[in-house]
């Protein structure tokens, strides 16, 4: 029987990675402007990247090498304007970016992000293409509680479409206190010992248990710009919907709201416009695109990472989904919804949006365009109109019966 080619590459790529656990740790370290170290990583990882040979898709799998330097592009941040972000590059200008954020207690990876060059013969030999390939994950583990050294040996391998990345043996500080690694460890889900007495994880069939309702959630207003003016407009209220297993093994409900006044928010206008909000430990990121044949856009791909209550199994939750074909509108137009529309993003993952309004692309003067409705407000304008037409013909019916009924009642009576 014949192998699709996507199918066996994947395959191969990841039976690869798996053998290739001889990378050794590098240690990086980058510091403020005083030479103080604000974040720490001893990293071990593999790549496997899928690029082109004339007609064939060959991949390359390769590991982080010894001779990896901090890139400039590191940053211990400032404050609330900008975050710490660890780059490093190695080869022909390939670079690794890991973007931390916080909260009051735990530090975490937003986002993971590589960019390969495909004109470096040594890891792409023969590569048709010398583009650069980018990719990115915001679905990472790496969380850990501040001043703790995270630590993960289990591997943790991330699947970014073109390519794949296995971490393994690693150890990473954000937001140091002193120029070292913490002595208190943080140690990853992969790597903790499961109880001898856990109850084993079985489908419940019984109903979620639906906590007390949240308020309706607060509209919010965010912007993406770039030098090129405003390219993502969007107001909405938005109401996360987490089902998760509780640690007496039943399912539950987590429903909660994105409060504008606690969210921050980064994007990017190139190569299609994407927004990341962030509340606390809850990271929701949107990108949006474009079909030029048909003139429309839509939100292509949503990213949800946050963490769950405390009865449950797991300590955070992570859905993605990168074909979505939602808020659909012409280019120069804005997608409207003022009912409160619900867009699946997985089995366990859902957003609810509320008095919702969006634009991306051709956006002119930073003002949302012309508004296209969505159809449960076209259908909550329809009802009334149905009502309304339904009693007029009602009305109409009985006065017709009733002139019917007048015309034969008169001709029961003969003049003498």
């Given at each position: 029987?014949?192998?699709?080619?996507?199918?066996?590459?994947?395959?191969?790529?990841?039976?690869?990675?798996?053998?290739?656990?001889?990378?050794?740790?590098?240690?990086?370290?980058?510091?403020?402007?005083?030479?103080?170290?604000?974040?720490?990583?001893?990293?071990?990882?593999?790549?496997?990247?899928?690029?082109?040979?004339?007609?064939?898709?060959?991949?390359?799998?390769?590991?982080?090498?010894?001779?990896?330097?901090?890139?400039?592009?590191?940053?211990?941040?400032?404050?609330?304007?900008?975050?710490?972000?660890?780059?490093?590059?190695?080869?022909?200008?390939?670079?690794?970016?890991?973007?931390?954020?916080?909260?009051?207690?735990?530090?975490?990876?937003?986002?993971?992000?590589?960019?390969?060059?495909?004109?470096?013969?040594?890891?792409?030999?023969?590569?048709?293409?010398?583009?650069?390939?980018?990719?990115?994950?915001?679905?990472?583990?790496?969380?850990?509680?501040?001043?703790?050294?995270?630590?993960?040996?289990?591997?943790?391998?991330?699947?970014?479409?073109?390519?794949?990345?296995?971490?393994?043996?690693?150890?990473?500080?954000?937001?140091?206190?002193?120029?070292?690694?913490?002595?208190?460890?943080?140690?990853?889900?992969?790597?903790?010992?499961?109880?001898?007495?856990?109850?084993?994880?079985?489908n419940s069939t019984a109903k979620p248990t639906v906590p007390t309702p949240p308020p309706?959630?607060?509209?919010?207003?965010?912007?993406?710009?770039?030098?090129?003016?405003?390219?993502?407009?969007?107001?909405?209220?938005?109401?996360?919907?987490?089902?998760?297993?509780?640690?007496?093994?039943?399912?539950?409900?987590?429903?909660?709201?994105?409060?504008?006044?606690?969210?921050?928010?980064?994007?990017?206008?190139?190569?299609?416009?994407?927004?990341?909000?962030?509340?606390?430990?809850?990271?929701?990121?949107?990108?949006?695109?474009?079909?030029?044949?048909?003139?429309?856009?839509?939100?292509?791909?949503?990213?949800?990472?946050?963490?769950?209550?405390?009865?449950?199994?797991?300590?955070?939750?992570?859905?993605?989904?990168?074909?979505?074909?939602?808020?659909?509108?012409?280019?120069?137009?804005?997608?409207?919804?003022?009912?409160?529309?619900?867009?699946?993003?997985?089995?366990?993952?859902?957003?609810?949006?509320?008095?919702?309004?969006?634009?991306?692309?051709?956006?002119?003067?930073?003002?949302?365009?012309?508004?296209?409705?969505?159809?449960?407000?076209?259908?909550?304008?329809?009802?009334?109109?149905?009502?309304?037409?339904?009693?007029?013909?009602?009305?109409?019916?009985?006065?017709?019966?009733?002139?019917?009924?007048?015309?034969?009642?008169?001709?029961?009576?003969?003049?003498?």
């Open positions: 029987m014949a192998l699709g080619g996507s199918w066996w590459r994947t395959l191969l790529a990841i039976v690869l990675l798996g053998f290739l656990q001889t990378s050794s740790a590098v240690l990086f370290d980058v510091k403020d402007g005083d030479n103080k170290s604000c974040i720490m990583a001893d990293l071990s990882l593999n790549f496997s990247v899928q690029y082109k040979v004339s007609d064939k898709q060959r991949i390359s799998i390769f590991s982080l090498p010894d001779n990896a330097v901090v890139h400039h592009n590191s940053t211990c941040g400032d404050g609330s304007v900008s975050s710490p972000i660890l780059a490093v590059t190695f080869g022909e200008q390939h670079i690794l970016s890991l973007h931390f954020n916080k909260t009051a207690t735990e530090y975490f990876v937003v986002e993971l992000n590589i960019v390969f060059n495909q004109s470096d013969k040594a890891l792409f030999p023969n590569a048709t293409d010398k583009e650069i390939i980018e990719v990115s994950s915001r679905k990472t583990d790496i969380v850990a509680q501040i001043n703790t050294t995270y630590r993960c040996v289990s591997d943790d391998q991330l699947n970014m479409g073109n390519a794949n990345v296995t971490l393994h043996n690693i150890k990473i500080e954000a937001y140091l206190e002193k120029n070292n690694f913490s002595a208190e460890e943080t140690v990853c889900s992969k790597d903790k010992t499961p109880s001898t007495t856990q109850v084993p994880i079985t309706a959630p607060v509209v919010g207003t965010y912007n993406v710009s770039d030098g090129n003016g405003t390219c993502l407009l969007i107001s909405s209220g938005l109401q996360l919907n987490i089902t998760y297993q509780t640690k007496n093994n039943k399912t539950a409900l987590d429903v909660f709201s994105l409060d504008p006044s606690q969210v921050t928010h980064t994007g990017k206008c190139t190569p299609s416009p994407a927004i990341t909000l962030i509340m606390k430990q809850t990271v929701l990121s949107l990108t949006f695109v474009k079909n030029s044949s048909s003139n429309v856009f839509y939100l292509g791909s949503v990213v949800v990472n946050t963490s769950l209550p405390d009865d449950a199994q797991a300590s955070t939750f992570s859905a993605t989904n990168l074909s979505t074909f939602y808020l659909k509108a012409g280019l120069g137009h804005s997608y409207m919804c003022k009912a409160e529309e619900t867009l699946k993003i997985s089995n366990d993952c859902s957003i609810n949006t509320v008095n919702l309004q969006v634009q991306a692309y051709n956006i002119d003067g930073g003002k949302f365009g012309a508004v296209e409705e969505c159809q449960l407000d076209e259908n909550s304008m329809l009802v009334p109109i149905i009502v309304g037409a339904a009693l007029a013909g009602l009305v109409l019916i009985v006065l017709i019966a009733y002139l019917i009924g007048r015309k034969r009642s008169h001709a029961g009576y003969q003049t003498i």
